[in-house]
């Protein structure tokens, strides 16, 4: 029988494990993150591990050889608990494989763009996209009470007029 093995690998080498585990014929797997970065200015978009040193593997448990599996380049070992190893439900190792990352750069928007703020008190309040504001913020020109006044406000919180 078929059975998700959460495996333990050696420091930012969960690609390489999991090449190298595939080159022997076995299914490997770790969902990825997308996270949004400034990096001088630039909204740039990186890729990293979920869990960070942990992968997936499915294994037949009959006909596996383990040590095989433990021997593999990247990684460190199986997790265990006692004298077994630790099995992943297949629900929950379908479920990660559907995540896809939110962070889409088409949908956020250019500066001077006309937006909303869908959010606490300022719901529905018109402003206008300035610029990035570190990893997941941006800075929007509000008009409050005649005035402009620029905010920094968190992207979720940011809706595109039109």
């Known amino acids: 029988m078929d059975s998700w093995y959460l495996l333990f690998c050696k420091p930012h080498q969960e690609a390489r494990a999991q090449v190298n585990l595939q080159n022997q014929g076995m299914e490997a797997f770790f969902p990825l993150l997308k996270t949004e970065k400034l990096v001088k200015g630039r909204r740039t978009f990186k890729e990293s591990a979920l869990f960070p040193n942990y992968l997936f593997v499915r294994l037949n448990s009959q006909q596996c050889n383990f040590s095989a599996v433990k021997n593999t380049r990247g990684i460190s070992g199986f997790v265990s608990y006692g004298s077994s190893y ?77």
């Open 86 to 162: 630790q099995i992943v439900p297949d629900l929950l190792i379908s479920e990660l494989q559907k995540f896809q990352p939110n962070i889409d750069s088409q949908n956020l928007p250019s500066s001077g763009d006309l937006v909303y703020l869908n959010n606490g008190s300022f719901k529905g309040v018109q402003a206008i996209y300035q610029e990035p504001d570190g990893d997941m913020r941006s800075i929007l020109l509000v008009n409050l009470l005649n005035q402009k006044i620029k905010m920094s406000v968190d992207n979720r919180d940011i809706k595109k007029a039109g």
